[in-house]
């Protein structure tokens, strides 16, 4: 919870007597507002100061226009004019709001209109009544002719006026700035507490509602009745969406979002959840749902979510694909196997798409989403990374200072022979930015389509070494060691319970093929020829790593 200003009666002085007999001149130029949603009976509009200053633009958004200016009417309203133009700040719109007796404005916010947010939304009744009621988060604020208040207009608000007269309000936009903060610092204060991520759901909602699509305007309304249930009995949008894609577009890059709903999380790898969250009627719209990066650690901040237990680091071929299976196969965790938006996220500075900052903030948020609880028993999360982002162990560390780094590994020459049968992505020159393993040029004179795969695994050792050798949070695990043995390790180092029958469970599972529950698994002799020129550098490399490990501490 925070706390912010509800509304406000400021030091501010208009002659409001004056002005009023300029303004009954022109009401005839009124409009109907155009919120027909949000009030009944009458409510009309006179813009004084517009976008563009265009007299039928009521609306107080710029929406296309560069600025703001006068309209032609404001010449007849100069009481008002010289008042805002005393102000020390920007000033935006200026308008006459005339709610007509027995009218209503029902409760509604205007998202990011505060104060706080950077904007001030000022009040001063010209013409008002005893009967007339005003109320700002569930408080009543009664407003006197002349008087100048500010109005959090964040926070829910709505008008009743039972009177016998009209009720018109001159209502003025303005920047805040230190001239506004020094006006608001003399004020009469009234605070609201809010959650925090009640306003971010209400920025989701603007935002989902720009896009204009069918998915994301579902969106929107299923976020909008959440917040307003008074008993919090919907069900929580999120985390049912996650990010799953970077889009490039020329204004920018985006995230698109899928519905996963309670899509468990147990194919060995993620993008074989997400081909089939794609065929969920949410997600079958032509039209994507996307929005701005800022959204993943926005709408991160709504959920209830849990935090990384252990990152799960690889060099391929070395059982890390079967560990995941298995602890996906214990309800309270969630097990991540090489989620593509992760990747992309962390390549978004080497694509020149965000700085490493914004890459950081949102791979944090799309982390946190992953990890949401969607059915109320998850404990634990478990990310496999992709095997390249042994690479990206600086910036994770970053993100994660004291989460244990698990790294898997195996003989080179075992991975090598396997990677020969069938080779992975990072095994074809070009599939995986060649960038990322920063090859001198010596180094790209040596390979070629068969031998690559050598000095990508010899990048990974060599990355293993220096971790390592620095890092006291990390686990070191030998696929030699046996997958019971493996499994024990990693709940010593996250408190998960392990009984008879979990490991009876896991020996069964790892009779059959990791990424092929029907496939009886069987270890592959070695055959052929090893396409391997530095085959004696990956040996030392891996003996140097195996004596880390005998002497390396549990963690």
């Known amino acids: 919870m925070d706390k912010t200003i509800a509304y406000a009666k400021l030091p501010l002085q208009l002659d409001w007597l004056k002005a009023w007999e300029e303004v009954k001149l022109i009401l005839n130029k009124e409009n109907p507002h155009v919120n027909t949603a949000h009030y009944a009976g009458e409510w009309t509009v006179i813009s004084l100061r517009s976008p563009g200053g265009k007299q039928n633009s009521i609306s107080p958004e710029l929406r296309g226009e560069t600025g703001f200016d006068d309209t032609a009417i404001m010449d007849q309203c100069i009481t008002i004019k010289n008042f805002f133009q005393s102000f020390g700040c920007s000033v935006m719109s200026v308008r006459l709001l005339n709610l007509k007796k027995g009218a209503l404005i029902k409760e509604h916010r205007d998202a990011e209109l505060s104060f706080e947010k950077g904007e001030a939304r000022l009040h001063i009744p010209l013409l008002t009544n005893k009967d007339v009621e005003f109320y700002v988060d569930g408080k009543q604020v009664v407003m006197r002719e002349g008087e100048c208040w500010y109005i959090n207009a964040n926070l829910p608000h709505r008008v009743l006026n039972g009177g016998e007269t009209d009720r018109i309000h001159l209502v003025i936009d303005c920047k805040v700035n230190e001239w506004l903060k020094r006006t608001f610092s003399s004020a009469e204060k009234t605070y609201s507490r809010v959650d925090i991520r009640n306003d971010q759901k209400r920025r989701m909602i603007s935002e989902l509602r720009l896009q204009n699509t069918e998915t994301a305007l579902r969106l929107a309304n299923e ?35 899928l519905y996963v709903g309670k899509q468990p999380f147990t194919d060995p790898f993620f993008d074989e959840t997400i081909s089939k969250c794609k065929q969920l009627p949410e997600n079958l719209s032509r039209l994507k749902s996307v929005s701005h990066l800022s959204m993943a650690t926005e709408w991160a901040d709504t959920i209830e979510g849990v935090e990384p237990s252990a990152f799960i680091f690889h060099v391929s071929r070395c059982g890390s694909t079967l560990v995941s299976q298995m602890l996906s196969m214990k309800d309270e965790n969630i097990s991540l196997s090489e989620v593509p938006v992760f990747n992309e996220i962390l390549q978004m500075p080497l694509k020149n798409q965000a700085d490493e900052s914004l890459a950081k903030e949102t791979l944090a948020g799309a982390i946190k989403l992953y990890g949401g609880k969607r059915t109320g028993n998850e404990r634990r999360l478990f990310i496999k990374t992709d095997s390249w982002h042994l690479l990206y162990y600086r910036q994770l560390r970053a993100l994660y200072p004291s989460t244990p780094f698990v790294i898997l590994y195996r003989n080179p020459v075992e991975v090598l022979f396997s990677q020969q049968r069938k080779k992975g992505m990072h095994a074809v020159p070009g599939l995986v930015e060649p960038e990322i393993f920063d090859f001198d040029e010596n180094e790209r004179k040596k ?26 949070n990390i686990l070191l695990v030998n696929y030699s060691e046996g997958i019971v043995e493996i499994m024990k390790k990693l709940a010593g180092i996250t408190k998960m319970e392990l009984t008879a029958a979990d490991l009876e469970m896991f020996l069964k599972r790892s009779r059959y093929h990791s990424k092929d529950l029907k496939e009886i698994f069987t270890e592959q002799p070695r055959s052929g020829h090893l396409a391997a020129p530095n085959t004696e550098s990956l040996t030392k490399l891996y003996e140097q790593i195996e004596q880390l490990r005998s002497l390396k501490m549990p963690l």
């Open 223 to 257: 976020l909008e009745e959440q917040l307003n249930s008074e008993r919090g009995t919907q069900q929580e949008v999120f985390p049912f969406w996650l990010p799953s894609k970077i889009i490039n577009q020329k204004d920018g890059v985006l995230l698109q979002w």
């Open 447 to 472: 390979f070629d389509s068969e031998n690559y795969i050598a000095f990508v695994l010899q990048r990974y050792l060599e990355a293993i070494l220096e971790i390592t050798q620095k890092d006291k």
